[in-house]
């Protein structure tokens, strides 16, 4: 394995970023180049960088030979509504959650084995799927079909064939979005929704699948930027939350995975400067962050991090135990060799 001591502090730090680029060339964005000579954790692909097949792998090979340290890979490519694949399949290929479980398990878990397959053959070794959320809110905004079903039960017997399939195919799940995003009646994109649900049912709908989830040993998770005032008094969302990320989900169900957040360019989180979102986020024990552009302000970001570890704002120890898990996993799934 690969040797975290060997890293400097800004290495460390942006190791624990996942970061994109507009369009399909990275060399022309020399602030992304600047995260990637800096030991940049991880790449999310939107359907702007996907132009054709030999061009996306092109592409991916680029940026294997570019890394310091192997990346993670990663897409949303859940089917259906949020499928980023569309230049090369000249639209949807598959169907969203609720559909392809509508069809049964063995339709399930062949699309499943298709998506995994693609995404193999392309380089991609992260999905940030699948979505654990159980759609309990008909007028919901920004779930609907992306989940299985609006009955726990049925979200962890989908889940389950889900899981099973990408781990065959070695593809890195994420199931999001932790504690549970299907009670919203708001875009956690545009806003900041709160579920204000009592505790025990937060833990027996919401929760439930992702207890399983990480019974069935999924390797990340995503945090919500979401308020839920059962489970934390303070006024903040679950994706900077001690209470949600550590004492619940490390320390009550046992979650020793790696911890990312949704989007940190989302309005969800635009209540907090970047810095501050951050620092809260990483005391509160997530191992990384989601910044889908690499701008000017990421590279300064990390500078800013950087200097709030070496002020004692920020814990060192917390920074090495989030390089130790993604270093971890990146072994585990023999991403780093």
Avoid: W
């Avoid at 995503?222 to 008094?233: F, G, Q, S």
């Avoid at 191992?287 to 200097?307: Q, W, Y």
């Amino acid at each position: 394995m690969m040797n975290t001591k060997d890293l400097t502090l800004k290495q460390k730090i942006t190791q624990m970023f996942i970061s994109g680029f507009s369009g399909s060339d990275y060399n022309q964005n020399d602030y992304f180049k600047t995260l990637l000579n800096n030991n940049l954790g991880g790449v999310i692909f939107f359907t702007h960088n996907i132009s054709g097949v030999e061009e996306f792998k092109t592409l991916i090979n680029k940026l294997k030979f570019d890394a310091r340290t192997p990346l993670f890979l990663s897409i949303d490519q859940e089917g259906g509504r949020v499928e980023r694949t569309e230049n090369i399949h000249n639209g949807k290929k598959y169907l969203s959650a609720k559909f392809a479980f509508k069809k049964g398990l063995g339709f399930l878990k062949n699309q499943t084995a298709n998506i995994a397959e693609e995404l193999k053959s392309y380089g991609i070794n992260m999905n940030f799927a699948p979505v654990l959320d159980v759609n309990t809110n008909k007028n919901n905004p920004i779930i609907g079909e992306r989940a299985f079903s609006d009955k726990t039960s049925e979200v962890i017997k989908a889940a389950d064939v889900v899981l099973n399939e990408y781990k065959s195919k070695n593809i890195i799940t994420v199931g999001k979005h932790f504690p549970g995003h299907g009670e919203a009646a708001l875009d956690s994109h545009k806003t900041l929704p709160v579920i204000d649900i009592p505790k025990q049912e937060l833990e027996t709908v919401h929760i439930a699948p992702f207890k399983c989830a990480i019974e069935n040993g999924i390797p990340a998770i995503m945090v919500a930027h979401v308020l839920y005032p059962a489970l934390e008094c303070r006024n903040i969302p679950a994706s900077v939350s001690k209470t949600i990320i550590t004492d619940l989900l490390t320390d009550k169900l046992k979650f020793d995975g790696v911890i990312i957040t949704d989007d940190m360019e989302m309005n969800g989180i635009k209540g907090y400067s970047r810095l501050e979102a951050c620092t809260m986020a990483i005391n509160a024990g997530i191992t990384m962050f989601i910044f889908r552009d690499g701008t000017k302000e990421i590279v300064k970001l990390i500078d800013d991090i950087e200097s709030a570890v070496q002020k004692g704002i920020i814990d060192e120890d917390k920074i090495d135990m989030a390089v130790g898990k993604i270093y971890k996993l990146k072994c585990r799934y023999g991403i780093i060799p």
